[in-house]
């Protein structure tokens, strides 16, 4: 006897929460670079949001928002000095918003790089990926929060 698997096909998630997930930080003082452990906590969190979508059929978007939450959750890990980050994924009026929270004041800013810099590009990343899926990026005013939005693709969309 021979059995097929029938593939349903995954619910897209109405406005609401997709993914919350705090991250604990191990304490760091003046210039120390993050432990190990906590960049390790960047790549699985990242490999969760793109599962997480995808269960969600939202898998055009994918390979967009690893790259975003890589890039928003690396940038509080290395600049902010917190010791919990959170990560928020939502849809709202057919976008998907990524929010980072940090929870400490200071400014996310795009700095000028040169082509053989090894670091500086993210928020740029963050602000193409933005842009070419019809959405924006930014800072709450204190500098404790980032975002970005997307637009979800039509034939993904609920």
Known sequence: ??????????????????????IAVA??????????EDASRVRAIRRIAAARL???????LSTE????????????????????ITLHLGLQDGF???TVIDGMPGHA?????????ESGRGLALVQAVASENGGTWG????????????RVPSKERP
Not at 141 to 148: F, I, L, M, N, S
């Open 1 to 22: 006897m021979t059995t097929t698997a029938l593939r349903m096909p995954r619910p897209v998630h109405r406005d609401g929460e997709v993914l919350h997930q705090r």
């Open 27 to 36: 304490p760091r003082s003046g210039d120390a670079l993050p432990c190990a």
């Open 54 to 60: 995808r269960s969600c059929g939202l898998e055009a």
């Open 65 to 84: 928002v690893a790259l975003i939450v890589s890039e928003l959750l690396t940038n509080a890990l290395m600049h902010s000095g917190t010791t919990e």
């Open 96 to 98: 998907l918003h990524v």
């Open 109 to 117: 800013a795009r700095k000028p790089t040169t082509d053989d810099a």
């Open 139 to 150: 800072t709450s005013k204190d500098g404790a929060e980032t975002w970005c939005s997307l």
